[in-house]
């Protein structure tokens, strides 16, 4: 079981710095402030310092992998895909139905699939995370998203 948790947290150490490599090509910094490097570079930094961290524990066998670790929680795998495949779908439609239309699908879906059965909590936040957020990016903050073959 240990030897598990030392891979997984080896490949996490080796994606964090990946992507801090990567991100450090991009400039750190720009006249306006953090550049399109800043983020990505010191999110990659903290992962890999975190992953660094787990090694040590693991090391040092400080950390419980104790049966809690071991159970497998079919509803709670059922939940992820579903999650995964929304977003997958959504990601889809993205082009051919817009942003706003589906991002209201997609935010819909995951909250009637994440346990929410009120309906009007479902559609007054699936309208505004998806009409509101596109009127802050796309009028106010002049961010073109995609318009879909509709034009919504």
Excluded: N
């Excluded at 953090?34 to 890999?48: N, S, T, Y």
């Excluded at 975190?50 to 090391?59: M, N, P």
């Excluded at 059922?78 to 997958?88: D, E, G, H, P, Q």
């Amino acid at each position: 079981m240990r030897r598990g948790w030392q891979v997984a947290a080896w490949t996490l150490l080796a994606i964090c710095l990946l992507f801090s490599y990567e991100s450090f090509q991009l400039s750190l910094s720009d006249t306006l402030g953090p550049g399109p490097g800043f983020f990505p570079f010191w999110l990659g930094v903290l992962g890999a310092m975190l992953a660094v961290g787990l090694l040590v524990q693991l090391h040092l066998k400080t950390v419980d992998l104790g049966a809690a670790a071991l159970e497998f929680d079919r509803a709670g795998v059922r939940s992820v895909i579903k999650v995964v495949v929304a977003l997958a779908a959504g990601a889809a439609l993205l082009e051919i139905a817009g942003f706003r239309v589906s991002m209201l699908l997609t935010l819909g879906y995951l909250l009637f699939v994440l346990g929410v059965r009120s309906r009007l909590a479902i559609a007054v936040f699936a309208a505004v995370g998806s009409y509101g957020v596109f009127h802050v990016f796309f009028h106010l903050l002049r961010v073109p998203l995609p318009m879909g073959i509709l034009g919504l």
